[in-house]
């Protein structure tokens, strides 16, 4: 029972969106099968999708409302590099008192929409000492102290009860990342992402913690939008801008919401142009 109203919420969504699109001047538009999940201070990219179709969240049967800084709560569709995508100005969150479906049920509808390609994008605080401020980091993997989403009864209409993790963030895509960065002289960092609950920021112990375990970036989104994208069979590639660094640096080193908007949009620019490439060569 608890699996027949998610599946309904899920189809009531999808069927809402489809008529939205249907009725809309471009209806005659091949419906997309990329997606973006645009995170915190990076929305501007929408600004780049031409012959736009906006449906705010809250007019979307079972969609929640994005409080989050940052986070206009937008589904946008329209092309991007000359292809059909759909676009999420803004996410929903775990910290925001959202449950896991509730989080991720807009992935689970683009599933039905027919999305096949996964782009996701957060804003992370750096934990590797190499990364500054405004660095780009392809996800090549990540390790998660959220719950587990797909905890419960499985979906089977979408996925097997224990979905492979091996590749979780797509090697091809990120080797696309790579040459179109390289192309423009660029150079994109690579590393793991760490995913816990917030909303506070991390202490200094949590911080070296997440190092000693492998990891270069933290936040507070995205995975477990990605394992239900996986669970899926949707191909992810993820990217972190890096807006703040560790707070075990020194008693002056803080961290801001504000602040980690600001640097978001200051790092937006490139990471509109690689989106934009990379799905126009996908």
Do not use: W
Not at 129 to 152: A, C, E, R, S
Not at 161 to 181: G, N, Q, V
Not at 211 to 219: K, T, Y
Request: net charge negative.
């Amino acid at each position: 029972m608890q699996n027949e109203t998610y599946i309904k919420q899920i189809d009531e969504a999808a069927a809402f969106i489809r008529e939205y699109v249907a009725n809309s001047p471009y209806s005659g538009a091949s419906f997309p099968t990329i997606a973006i999940i645009l995170g915190s201070g990076l929305g501007k990219l929408v600004d780049y999708i031409d012959n736009q179709i906006i449906i705010p969240y809250h007019l979307i049967p079972n969609f929640k409302q994005s409080t989050a800084i940052g986070h206009k709560g937008n589904l946008i569709i329209g092309t991007l590099g000359c292809r059909p995508v759909l676009a999420m100005q803004g996410r929903f969150h775990f910290y925001e008192g959202y449950t896991m479906r509730e989080v991720t049920l807009p992935v689970r509808v683009m599933a039905r929409l027919g999305i096949q390609t996964l782009f996701v994008s957060n804003a992370a605080g750096a934990m590797n000492p190499d990364y500054k401020v405004g660095d780009l980091m392809v996800i090549t993997d990540h390790i998660n102290f959220m719950p587990n989403p797909l905890v419960g009864p499985n979906l089977d209409d979408f996925g097997t009860r224990f979905p492979d993790m091996t590749e979780p963030y797509s090697h091809r895509l990120a080797r696309l990342a790579d040459s179109i960065a390289a192309q423009n002289g660029a150079t994109l960092r690579h590393g793991v992402y760490v995913a816990e609950t917030g909303p506070t920021y991390e202490t200094p112990a949590e911080y070296r913690m997440y190092r000693l375990m492998g990891g270069d970036a933290v936040g507070m989104s995205t995975v477990p939008e990605v394992i239900v994208a996986r669970h899926c069979g949707i191909e992810v590639f993820g990217m972190s801008v890096i807006t703040n660094q560790s707070n075990d640096l020194g008693d002056d080193c803080h961290n801001d919401g504000d602040d980690v908007v600001k640097a978001a949009n200051a790092a937006s620019d490139t990471m509109i142009s690689l989106f934009t490439r990379m799905i126009a060569e996908n």
